[in-house]
């Protein structure tokens, strides 16, 4: 099977070589026992970034609609209006919360003041002031008895004119005995 002219015979029985990629087994072997780690990590990264473009990516998307229609110089117009509407209403109300709270705050202090003024005029009279409401009760039994002021006798003595703490003999059934002498009876 030689050819003339020097040309070669292909040979049909023969099978062509590296038919299979068992030569770049090897070398990707070699390179992984090699930049393996490095490998690894780029990998990651790659990963990483593309799950963070896709993020932007969907972010944008989704700003974008919006975007488009508050470009509309209408409805700008019409948000702005009713963000004023709005504030407006939340200033009344906070104002008119504030005129209620130092309203409240003048009628404290005009109270404080009269009971002041009422507890002074009552010192100057020579009668002790005792709270507004026996103050109230006192101007209401005023009112219906006459002007004569009885004397309290309904009073009781706490204790008998013949009491001395002294003498011991304040009888009736409390009686003071020191107690035993010596070690206490506990085991």
Known sequence: MEAQDGARVRNEDVPPENQDLSFLLASVTAFMSEYGWYAAFACVGVYLL??????NRSTDSQISPVSTSSQDPDSVV?????????????????DA???EFRERQQRLEEDKRRQKIEMWESM?????????????????EEATSSSSLRPKTDKKPLR?????????????????????RGPSAGG
């Open 124 to 140: 100057k009279e020579g009668k002790s002031y005792k709270g507004k409401v026996q103050v109230a009760q006192q101007s209401t």
């Open 50 to 55: 593309i799950q963070h473009l896709r993020k």
């Open 97 to 99: 919360r504030a005129a």
């Open 78 to 94: 019409r948000r702005q209006a009713a963000l004023e509407v709005s504030r407006r209403r939340m200033q009344e109300e906070q």
């Open 160 to 180: 008998n004119s013949g009491y001395s703490p002294l003498s011991g003999d304040g009888g009736g059934t409390c009686s003071w005995r020191p107690g035993r």
